[in-house]
């Protein structure tokens, strides 16, 4: 062919030279040499009970007490550890005064990211659920909403407004799961879109910061984007999870974690241009649990050896070795 290809082979994003050994440690796979190296540069911080308090801490410093929050990524791989480390952001930003004391009380739903088996299943549905039409389906339009009253053999019954539904299983894939749950939010909030609206200019992962609250709970943005009260899929935008972190870019990073795996200790720590700080309860625990490199696969030590007959290798002291490392860096 006489197509040419180009390929990246050094990091471009990290200025500092230890910070770019680190990341290129992690971006091989080598987690606990990336985090230990990261962990030398005086980066890696252990505060028990307090990390979350720590990694809020680190946060204003690095954005100029609040004042500057597009300079740092905060970062966290769990939705527990993000809620409350966003609570301690936004603490700190009322505070100094950068946010109003009072909130608007509004209702966001939380996807519980069933596959289309399980909404096709009628036995995992409680009262109380909340569903939401992301396709078109029958006589419901995309956008829509039902809250699950009960489940019954073969049926899940939903009320829309005061009418009663059968919700349509055979069309699991048209509509998302979801709870609902109350979350303050005032003037000058950054909010998290967690689902596609094109059609209102809403898109998964677009940070948006609040502008005004209208009559009835709509949000106006700065960016010129409105979020109708009826969209409910959102939530406060201080903090990402490291899924949402990817191919985002800034000065610096925080990451509060109590446990990371190879590609979230990656992605999370790789975001920042200059300096990358992670708090964490138990530092020791935290490397303990991360692998030492990429993971072999079962057929790795086959194609070493390909001579010998299956049965055999798979009897073999190096296949049962490779094996036992597996299950233990599961």
Known sequence: SKLSHCEVTEIQRQQHAGYKDAVGLLSSGA?????EAL??????????????????????????????????????PTWEENLHLTQEIRSGLKERDLLPKEDTLSTVHDSLRWTVQQ????????????????????GWKAGESAAVTRAETGRVVVVSGDQERALPLKSAGSFDVAISRPLGVCPGDKILIRANARPLGLINGQVLTVEKIGL????????????????????????????????????????????L???????????????????TPDKTALLAHLPEGNRKAALDVMVANPRTDLSVQLRSPAYREIMAEVRRTQ
Request: aromatic share 8%.
């Open 261 to 279: 795996d190879a590609k979230s200790s990656y992605v999370a720590c790789s975001r920042g241009r200059e300096v990358c700080s992670v708090h």
């Open 119 to 138: 909404r096709a299943n009628w036995r995992n549905y409680q009262p109380g659920q909340v569903i939401t039409v992301t396709k078109s389906m029958g």
């Open 31 to 35: 987690a606990r040499a990336g985090l």
């Open 39 to 76: 962990d030398k540069l005086g980066w890696v911080h252990e505060g028990q009970c307090n990390y979350l308090k720590d990694a809020a801490a680190a946060y204003f410093q690095s954005t100029d007490d609040g004042k500057s929050l597009d300079r740092c990524l905060a970062v966290s």
């Open 216 to 259: 009835g709970g709509a949000l106006h943005t700065r960016e010129g984007v409105t979020v109708p009260p009826t969209f409910k899929q959102w939530t406060h935008g201080y903090v990402v999870t490291s899924h949402k972190a990817q191919g985002r870019t800034c000065e610096r990073v925080v990451v509060a974690a109590a446990r």
